[in-house]
C-alpha cells in the first residue's frame, strides 16, 4: 500500500445559500430562487442551509451577515437570502445579504458564463426593478397570504392571513394577467431578431431569472388555481420560458 493512500486531497470550499423551507422542502422564495438560478447557471460549487423562518434575523446575525435593509427608524432588516463564500478566502469568506447585491457580486467574483450580457447590466437592472415593482404586485394578495398558509403548516404560529375567494379572487387574477398580457406584448418585440421567449432575444440571462422565480412561486404556492392558468396564457409563452430556465432549477 502506498505510503499516500490514506492521505485525502481537501475538497474544494462550497458556497452556502442559506433558505427557508416551506410546508415542503423545495425551495419556493423567488427573491433566493434568482440566486440558485445564478449558482445553477455559472455552474458554481453551493450548498444549501435551510432556515426555519422564525430563526431567521437569530441565524443570519450569528453568522455575522449584513441586513438587507433598513427600516424607516434606522433598525436593521433580515432577509433571505445570504451567501457565505469561503472560495476565495477561507479565513475571511464573503458574507452577503440582499438579492441584488449577491447578483452583483456573484458576476463580479466568477465571470465566466455572464448572466449580465455585455452592455446591457442597467437595462437588466430596470427590468429586474420592474419584475419587483410593478410586474409582481398584482400577484401579492393571492401569493403572500399563500406563502403565509404554507409557513403556518409547519410552525404552527399566529392565524394565516385571510385569502381572496370567488369574485375577489377571480378579480385578483384578471388584474395579475394584465401585467402578463403587457410583458408578452413587449418581449413579442424579440420575435424577429431572436426565439422570442427569453428577454435579450436568444440567450437567458438574469432577467429571465427574475421572471422565471416568479414563475415558480406561483407553481410551487399554487399549482391548480395559479400556475395551471398561468402556463397557458399568452399562447404558453411562460411555459416556455419555464422550459428554457428548467436546466438551472437544481435544489443542491
Known amino acids: 500500500m502506498s505510503r499516500y493512500s490514506s492521505r485525502q486531497t481537501p475538497s474544494p470550499p462550497y458556497i452556502t445559500l442559506y433558505d427557508t423551507p416551506g410546508h415542503t422542502p423545495q425551495p419556493w422564495a423567488p427573491n433566493i430562487w434568482r440566486i440558485r438560478f445564478i449558482l445553477n447557471y455559472k455552474r458554481l460549487r453551493y450548498r444549501t442551509v435551510w432556515v426555519e423562518f422564525p430563526d431567521v434575523e437569530a441565524t443570519l446575525r450569528s453568522i455575522g451577515a449584513p441586513p438587507s435593509s433598513l427600516r424607516s427608524d434606522g433598525r436593521p432588516v433580515y432577509t433571505l437570502p445570504v451567501i457565505v463564500d469561503p472560495t476565495r478566502n477561507p479565513l475571511k469568506p464573503e458574507i452577503l445579504a440582499n438579492t441584488n447585491h449577491i447578483a452583483e457580486y456573484l ?3 466568477y465571470p465566466a458564463r455572464p448572466v449580465f450580457p455585455e452592455g446591457a447590466r442597467a437595462v437588466q437592472t430596470l427590468f429586474v426593478h420592474y419584475i419587483q415593482e410593478v410586474f409582481a404586485k398584482p400577484l401579492l394578495p393571492i ?18 392571513l385571510p385569502q381572496l375567494s370567488g369574485p375577489q379572487r377571480e378579480q385578483a387574477w384578471s388584474a395579475v394577467k394584465e401585467q402578463f398580457d403587457f410583458l408578452a406584448m413587449v418581449l413579442d418585440k424579440n420575435a424577429g431578431d431572436g426565439d422570442g421567449t427569453v428577454v435579450m432575444g436568444r440567450d437567458v440571462s438574469y432577467a429571465d431569472f427574475a421572471l422565471c422565480s416568479v414563475l415558480i412561486w406561483i407553481e410551487r404556492m399554487a399549482p391548480h388555481d395559479g400556475w395551471a392558468r398561468v402556463r397557458t396564457w399568452n399562447g404558453g409563452r411562460w411555459h416556455r420560458l419555464w422550459d428554457r430556465c428548467r436546466e438551472y432549477m437544481d435544489e443542491f
Open 107 to 109: 458576476e463580479a467574483a
Open 143 to 160: 401569493m403572500v397570504p399563500l406563502s403565509h398558509q404554507q409557513l403556518q403548516l409547519r410552525h404552527r404560529g399566529p392565524q394565516p
